[in-house]
């Protein structure tokens, strides 16, 4: 994105050269918008340099963008995590109940988790992926018990606290909607 509005700006910056020399008269109107463009994309260079340098990754943070969250915005990535709670789940956890609505979306960052439904394994997860999504997304209750295997680490949203983000950051709901997509289609080619 720098790469592009550092473009725009030389192309700008030649708009003017012509606007002030090559004509007989400067062309002021041209002159004005030039000014104005350079402008912006300068305001918008600093802009996504000082995101850039001001991401502070953890090692933790840099895993999971890494894992699972690489076709996201670091910057929106980072919000998204601010509002997230680290937690320790000790082994034999139950996550989930079938049939139940849930006030939470969970991501595994180490561990592993057993997802069954009528006592019949369905699936395990681990590291990268989440729990409890589709019932994020669609609102209804839950499909299947998921519990853990091991020690599990986990991001947990508060569904009402990342609702509420959501609706006031659409571009962000839209990456992470992608996120989800691509980690259904996961599980779906780890089950086959």
């Known amino acids: ?11 700008a910056l030649l708009e003017l050269y012509y606007s002030f020399n090559i004509t007989d008269e400067p062309l002021w109107t041209d002159i004005i918008w030039s000014v104005v463009f350079v402008g912006t994309n300068l305001w918008w260079i600093t802009v996504l340099y000082y995101e850039k340098f001001t991401l502070n990754l953890g090692e933790h943070e840099k895993r999971m963008l890494e894992i699972t969250f690489s076709k996201m915005n670091p910057t ?33 960052t180490k561990g592993l988790v057993k997802i069954t439904r009528n006592d019949k394994v369905l699936a395990y997860i681990k590291d990268g ?32 606290v990342l ?11 839209k990456e992470l909607n992608d996120v989800f997509s691509e980690d259904l289609i996961k599980k779906l080619v780890a089950d086959n």
């Open 76 to 108: 929106h990535f980072k919000k998204l995590v601010r509002l997230g709670t680290l937690k320790v789940v000790p082994e034999s956890t139950s996550l989930i109940k079938e049939n139940t609505h849930i006030n939470e979306l969970m991501l595994i």
């Open 129 to 160: 992926r989440f729990v409890g999504e589709m019932s994020f997304m669609s609102g209804e209750a839950t499909t299947a018990n998921c519990d853990t295997l091991e020690e599990t680490e986990m991001v947990v949203w508060d569904k009402t």
């Open 1 to 11: 994105m720098i790469w592009l509005r550092s473009t725009l700006i030389l192309a």
């Open 163 to 173: 609702t509420d983000f959501l609706k006031k950051n659409e571009s962000i709901k």
